[in-house]
Structure formats: C-alpha cells, structure tokens
C-alpha cells in the first residue's frame, strides 16, 4: 500500500515574551508591557516625559519583585529627586530598601572620544550595579549622551548592538532615551530602527493653548501592539496611559 504522506504542522512563531510595566494603561496597547530580556527605545522631545517613563517603569518593578537600576549620564540623583517632588513616587524609599539603584555616570571628554571610544568602564559599573542588587529592570538615560562623540556610524552601529547584547546576556528588561534627529529619525544617530526590539515615541504638542501628551508605539518586534497615538497624563502618581483610538 502507498505510504499516506505525513501531514506537515504549520510553522507556529512563539509569541514575545513580556514585561508588565505597571503603568497604566500602557500594558493594554502592548498586550502585556516591554519585550523581556530585550532592549526599548524610548524617544521624545525634551520635556516629553522619557525620563519619567523610565523611573515609573523602575517604582513599578518592586511590585513585580523585579529590581531595577537607573544609570543617568546627565542628571545627578539630588536632581532626579528634586524632578519628581511634586509627585506621589516613593523613590527615596525605594532606594534606601535597596529595590532601585540610582547611578549618575560622569564622561569625561576623553571617554567619549571616537578614537579611543570603549564601552567597557561603563559596562563594568552597569554589571557591578546590577549584581549588587540583583536587578531585572535597567534604564539608560540618555543614549545621545554616551555616543556623543561618536561620528562614524559604522562604530557607532558596532558599539550600540554590543551594548544591547550585553544587556540581553545579562537578561534584564532594559529602555535607553534618546531624542529625536533630523530628517525624521528617531535618535541624533538614526541607526535605532535596526537594532531595538522595541520603540516608544512620545509627543507633547499644544493646541489651542492646551498641552496634549501622546504616546505611540512605533515598531514591537514579534508582537501586536496598538498602532494609534494614545492620550497620556502625568499626575501625581506617574504616568497613565488612555487606551482609546481619538480624544
């Protein structure tokens, strides 16, 4: 008799595992938050909110046990906590029970010279602030900040994708900030679109003399995501997100 051929099983792709981020709103237009273990780009005009996102992202970790470090290469942690005074977020507490780690990174000129450019002090200090409290959350704040000096985007493309597979090896759910450029990209470098899994843009524009904040989800590798320009609002207990198509 002829052998019936096997039926083959359709290729099924594993859907991208996810980090709750615990901000409002947020994990609904994601179906379930950041890509985990994986790097999210979160990029805006000053003022937009990144940082903010960052540090919420952190404060709601120690809900879901997860640790998390925040490496600033711009303000000092005095500065950080003087940004969120208005706001109901217990970060110093959180600090001091050892559930966030605030590091602010000093480059010298000398480190961010393209000739001699090397990320292995700052990932040395990343490692040793990350073990020390066994973090499963890091933010990077800001990007442009520790490739300022970088030109060539051949170095640059080398330096960041080692960067994220660090991360990834390191198995943390990380955001890196960065602002937009010209000619519509999304960093002053334009090479974050073929590297991040993930990428966030925020917005704050005015009309008619009110500040309208969006949220956008731009591009989530390996998984559906809403596509609109969601409302935000920041209020005293951080950012919450509205899941609706139009306001």
Same mark, same amino acid.
């Given at each position: 008799?002829?052998?019936?051929? !096997?039926?083959?099983?359709?290729? =099924?792709?594993?859907? =991208?595992?996810? $980090?709750?981020?615990?901000?409002?709103?947020?994990?609904?237009? =994601?179906?379930?938050?950041?890509?985990?273990?994986?790097?999210?780009? +979160?990029?805006?005009?000053?003022?937009?909110?990144?940082?903010?996102?960052?540090?919420?992202? /952190?404060? !709601?970790?120690?809900?879901?046990?997860?640790?998390?470090?925040?490496? #600033?290469?711009?303000?000092?942690?005095?500065?950080?906590?003087?940004?969120?005074? #208005?706001?109901?977020?217990?970060?110093?507490?959180?600090?001091?029970?050892?559930?966030?780690?605030?590091?602010?990174?000093? /480059?010298?000129? !000398?480190?961010?010279?393209?000739?001699?450019?090397? /990320?292995?002090?700052?990932?040395?200090?990343?490692?040793?602030?990350?073990?020390?409290?066994?973090? !499963?959350?890091?933010?990077?704040?800001? +990007?442009?900040?520790?490739?300022?000096?970088? =030109? &060539?985007?051949?170095?640059?493309?080398?330096?960041?994708?080692?960067?994220?597979?660090?991360?990834?090896?390191?198995?943390?759910?990380?955001?890196?900030?960065?602002?937009?450029?010209?000619?519509?990209? /999304?960093?002053?470098?334009?090479?974050?679109?073929?590297?991040?899994? $993930?990428?966030?843009?925020? &917005?704050?524009?005015?009309?008619?003399?009110?500040?309208?904040?969006?949220?956008?989800?731009?591009?989530?590798?390996? #998984?559906?995501?809403?596509?609109?320009?969601?409302?935000?609002?920041?209020?005293?207990?951080?950012?919450?997100?509205?899941?609706?198509?139009?306001?």
């Amino acid at each position: 008799m002829p052998k019936t051929p !096997k039926k083959t099983e359709p290729l =099924t792709q594993k859907p =991208t595992p996810k $980090c709750l981020t615990g901000i409002k709103g947020f994990d609904l237009i =994601t179906e379930g938050g950041l890509p985990k273990n994986r790097t999210t780009l +979160i990029s805006g005009g000053a003022g937009t909110g990144k940082t903010l996102f960052g540090i919420d992202f /952190l404060i !709601k970790g120690a809900d879901y046990k997860e640790p998390g470090v925040f490496l #600033s290469f711009e303000e000092t942690e005095e500065e950080i906590y003087n940004d969120l005074a #208005s706001l109901n977020l217990d970060l110093r507490g959180l600090v001091s029970q050892k559930k966030i780690l605030l590091e602010h990174v000093i /480059l010298e000129r !000398k480190d961010i010279q393209e000739s001699d450019f090397n /990320l292995e002090g700052i990932l040395i200090r990343l490692e040793h602030a990350i073990d020390s409290i066994g973090a !499963k959350r890091v933010v990077l704040d800001s +990007i442009e900040s520790l490739f300022a000096g970088i =030109t &060539d985007t051949g170095v640059l493309r080398i330096e960041l994708k080692r960067l994220f597979r660090w991360l990834k090896e390191k198995q943390v759910t990380a955001i890196i900030t960065g602002e937009p450029g010209p000619g519509g990209s /999304l960093t002053r470098h334009g090479l974050e679109q073929y590297i991040t899994d $993930c990428i966030i843009f925020l &917005d704050n524009r005015v009309s008619e003399q009110m500040s309208i904040r969006r949220i956008r989800v731009i591009k989530y590798r390996g #998984s559906n995501h809403g596509t609109n320009e969601y409302p935000f609002v920041i209020d005293k207990s951080g950012l919450s997100v509205i899941p609706i198509t139009s306001a």
